[in-house]
């Protein structure tokens, strides 16, 4: 069984600070893609990254997918409250869509 | 542009209910997905259609539950009969065919209570 693990689940910090969160799994993903929910919404794609150690950035949003494929970081400079949300990782295994494995996500809540 | 529309946004029941809950995917998309979050297990994908086919439906907890796409405009997940270990929101989402890395395109969700 392929799992996605995601680190920390809760994140509270104040705005203006930086913070990492990770994806981590034992199995090698063909892609990776990272979701924001907010509360009462379904999620939106932020990012799809394909290539071993590839790096996309989106505004204050870093993104990296490791080398081997087997995991990735979220990295958002000097948070704000918008950035509050479910922070969701999936997996793609393969070239099916539906072999789409999500991680339980982390809670990130920025403070004004 | 409409995105995934779904009904009910909320559904309060009582056990051994019959559920109906319905989805809307965005025009053009061939690929339909029925999701389930909770808490403790986030988010489970239940079942896939691609071109209103079901492909996958290895996620679908029990024989209580059932998905239909009688078009490729409509699809449905019915639970009968319901249990409190039910209570989830349910996501439905959609994909345009030929996106390899599988882009979802959630709706808003279904929050189901049983009670």
């Known amino acids: 069984t392929q799992l996605l693990e995601q680190s920390p689940q809760f994140l509270s910090i104040q705005e203006g600070e930086n913070l990492t969160v990770y994806c981590n799994s034992s199995?090698?993903?063909?892609?990776l893609q990272w979701y924001r929910q907010e509360p009462g919404e379904g999620p939106v794609l932020l990012v799809t990254?394909?290539?071993?150690?590839e790096v996309k950035k989106l505004k204050r949003l870093t993104f990296q997918f490791g080398d081997a494929r087997k995991d990735s970081s979220l990295h958002i400079t000097a948070a704000q409250p918008g950035d509050t949300g479910l922070y969701l990782c999936?997996?793609?295994?393969?070239?099916?869509?539906?072999?789409?494995?999500f991680g339980k996500g982390t809670k990130l809540s920025v403070k004004p | 542009d409409a995105g995934v529309i779904q009904s009910p946004r909320h559904e309060v029941t009582e056990m051994g209910q019959e559920v109906t809950l319905r989805c809307k995917p965005i025009s053009g998309h061939n690929s339909l997905f029925w999701y389930r979050q909770t808490m403790m297990r986030g988010l489970e994908l239940l079942i896939y259609?691609?071109?209103?086919?079901?492909?996958?439906d290895s996620g679908m907890p029990e024989d209580r539950f059932s998905a239909k796409m009688p078009n490729a405009s409509f699809s449905t997940l019915k639970i009968q009969p319901s249990e409190p270990r039910d209570s989830a929101v349910y996501f439905c989402?959609?994909?345009?065919?030929?996106?390899?890395?599988?882009?979802?395109?959630f709706g808003e969700g279904s929050r189901l209570t049983v009670l």
């Open positions: 259609f691609n071109n209103n086919v079901p492909i996958d």
């Open positions: 990254v394909v290539t071993g150690g």
């Open positions: 199995s090698v993903f063909s892609s």
């Open positions: 989402a959609s994909s345009p065919t030929g996106v390899s890395t599988g882009e979802l395109f």
């Open positions: 999936a997996g793609g295994v393969g070239g099916s869509q539906g072999n789409l494995i």
